[in-house]
């Protein structure tokens, strides 16, 4: 059933779609309603506020003015809908897909970890591979497991686990990999565990991660965004989209419009009709990041400005509270903000010292 080609949608020649930010979900989304939905790529807009596609998904520089990616994704093998998706993006560097090449890339160089912790600036973190979990911190973990969501709601993991289980090795390696904090949502924490039940035996040398050839804008948005636009998608950058109406009757939500403010800043209001489809993507973690150097930190920016991601949903959130609440994500940014740092080496003199502190030789192209 997965690989059959759907039936071609009645109508679907004469539906246009909106697509509200250049990430990957909308990219997906396009990649999705070409081939599944079998609508005429021409017919698809995806707006950016930006000058660049990828949102999360980035990756710019060089080896002389020094690399930018805020981030890396850690992949696995049932990314489903991902995965199907790529399966139909063709590789921009071998004869294949994406997914062709990704799974050849780390069947060749399976990632694991020899030193999965470390403390006092390189030395060993001494969990050996264990989760050193005592009989309360597994039975809080049980517990979280199997709550109901809407017992949940508004808690922090510190309101539904004991001290021990943040002292266990369990909760080292979870953190690390994930990027929870104790204050972080405890339904968030349930649906994570629930989603990589698999791989917890992973955990202890990161056996459970696979990585993509380069960086994740290189590996999968830029062959992703050729193969639509290929096809005749449009991708407008530096448009934001600051307002979109809705028409609610009970309980049937229907876009009406949508405001766009374009390059010079002129807004035009796009009316939508029964034949236009509009996907948004709301919130985003990296709206408001900023860059450092090695002399200069990243300053720390928590305004909400008027045409980003939450600015829009709390537009949308305030039509009506089905519409969720973004202020529960974007309101406390000294406790959601993260860091992170991109090193661009230049010669060898740090190649030994992450040698010794890696247990494995740089320079190989494998995972360190």
């Known amino acids: 059933d997965a690989f059959a080609r759907p039936r071609k949608p009645a109508g679907v020649d004469d539906k246009k779609a909106w697509l509200v930010g250049g990430g990957l979900a909308s990219m997906a989304a396009a990649g999705f309603l070409i081939r599944d939905g079998q609508m005429k790529p021409e017919n698809i807009t995806i707006l950016e506020a930006s000058g660049v596609d990828g949102g999360a998904l980035d990756g710019s520089g060089d080896a002389e003015t020094g690399w930018k990616i805020r981030g890396g994704r850690e992949m696995e093998n049932h990314f489903e809908c991902f ?109 994570y565990v629930q989603r990589f039940i698999h791989h917890i035996a992973g955990l202890p040398d990161l056996s459970a991660l696979k990585f993509t050839k380069y960086n994740q804008y290189d590996s999968l948005v830029r062959p992703l965004k050729k193969w639509l636009e290929d096809q005749g998608v449009r991708f407008k950058n530096n448009h934001a989209v600051v307002d979109a109406n809705f028409e609610i009757i009970g309980d049937t939500k229907r876009a009406t419009s949508i405001t766009i403010r374009k390059p010079k800043g002129k807004e035009k209001v796009l009316n939508l009709t029964d034949n236009d489809l509009l996907f948004v993507t709301n919130g985003s973690l990296v709206e408001n990041s900023r860059w450092g150097d090695h002399h200069t930190p990243a300053k720390f920016d928590t305004t909400i400005y008027e045409g980003g991601a939450w600015d829009l949903w709390r537009k949308i959130a305030r039509q009506d509270p089905s519409f969720g609440n973004p202020d529960n994500f974007c309101t406390h940014p000294e406790e959601s903000q993260w860091e992170s740092a991109t090193i661009t080496v230049k010669d060898d003199r740090i190649r030994d010292y992450i040698t010794k502190i890696c247990k494995r030789e740089t320079n190989t192209g494998t995972v360190s």
């Open 83 to 191: 995965w199907d998706l790529y399966r139909s993006v063709p590789s921009l560097e071998v004869d294949g897909s994406v997914l062709d090449e990704f799974f050849w890339i780390n069947k060749d160089d399976p990632n694991f970890s020899l030193m999965r912790t470390t403390q006092e600036r390189g030395k060993n973190g001494g969990t050996n591979g264990k989760f050193k979990m005592s009989k309360r911190a597994m039975d809080d973990l049980m517990k979280l497991v199997f709550a109901l969501p809407d017992r949940l709601y508004d808690k922090r993991i510190s309101n539904v686990v004991s001290k021990e289980f943040f002292r266990s090795n369990f909760w080292l390696y979870w953190r690390t990999m994930f990027a929870f904090e104790e204050w972080h949502s405890a339904l968030e924490m349930k649906l």
